[in-house]
Structures are given as structure tokens and as C-alpha cells.
């Protein structure tokens, strides 16, 4: 299977200290409120998720999720969860720490579109 989103080292080491502060962890692509479209991390549960949110996977053992509205225009698109230094405008948990969350994109090749991990739905949990 194909992910539909992947992470950085540096993502990783990130998440890393943030769990160890807050415990596990979720993400939500913001769909521009805030800071824009930022992949916004928060403790497990704190953000409502609604039954229109989609899970595109986990990443670091944390789930990552997008509405589903969002994800009608990014479905083809393959994400990578990355983190730069630089603060951002957002609630995410990363902000204090001068750092920022991003995504970078592609599109899925034709072979990749065939065998893409299946999305997770909140009414799945």
C-alpha cells in the first residue's frame, strides 16, 4: 500500500519532543483558518474532530486527519510532513518552540493511484 502522507527526520524528532511533553498526539490539516493551510498538531482528542474528517494515515504514531470537503481537492496529491524554524499563527503545539509544521506535495504517479492506503473515517473509531 501507498501512503498518503509520510514525514521528515526532522518532523520526526519534533513530534518526538513534543510527546514527551503532551502525550500522544493528533494532527488536522487546517483548510485556512489561522496560519493559512497548516498541518496543525495538537494532544490526542483536543481538537473536535467532525464526522466529515477523513484520517489520510499516521505519521510518528500520530494520526493525521483533513476534512473532507479539503480532501476533495487534494486526493491526487501525495504530502510529506515537515517542520522550519519560524513561528507560526497558529493553536498548534509546535509554535513556542520557534518552529513551524508545512507540507510539501506531489501528485500520486498512476502506479501509486492504484494502491493507496485506505482513508479511516471518524465514525471508524
Known amino acids: 500500500m501507498v501512503a498518503r502522507v509520510d514525514i521528515t527526520e526532522a518532523a520526526v524528532a519534533l513530534i518526538d ?3 514527551s511533553r503532551n502525550g ?3 494532527f488536522h490539516q487546517s483548510g485556512g483558518c489561522c496560519d ?3 498541518p496543525m498538531c495538537f494532544p490526542e482528542g483536543e ?3 467532525g464526522y ?3 484520517c489520510l494515515g499516521e505519521v510518528a504514531g500520530c494520526p493525521f486527519w483533513m476534512s473532507k470537503d479539503q480532501f476533495e481537492y487534494w486526493q ?3 504530502l510529506t510532513l515537515d517542520v522550519v524554524a519560524g513561528r507560526g499563527a497558529s493553536f498548534s503545539l509546535e509554535i513556542p518552540y520557534g518552529k513551524r509544521f508545512i507540507v510539501h506535495s506531489r501528485l500520486f504517479t498512476d502506479e501509486e ?3 493507496l492506503q485506505p482513508l479511516r473515517y ?3 473509531d
Open 17 to 19: 519532543e513534543l510527546k
Open 47 to 49: 481538537f473536535k474532530l
Open 113 to 115: 493511484r492504484t494502491n
Open 24 to 26: 500522544d498526539l493528533m
Open 36 to 38: 493559512g493551510s497548516q
Open 76 to 78: 491526487h496529491t501525495h
Open 52 to 54: 466529515s474528517d477523513v
Open 122 to 124: 471518524k465514525e471508524d
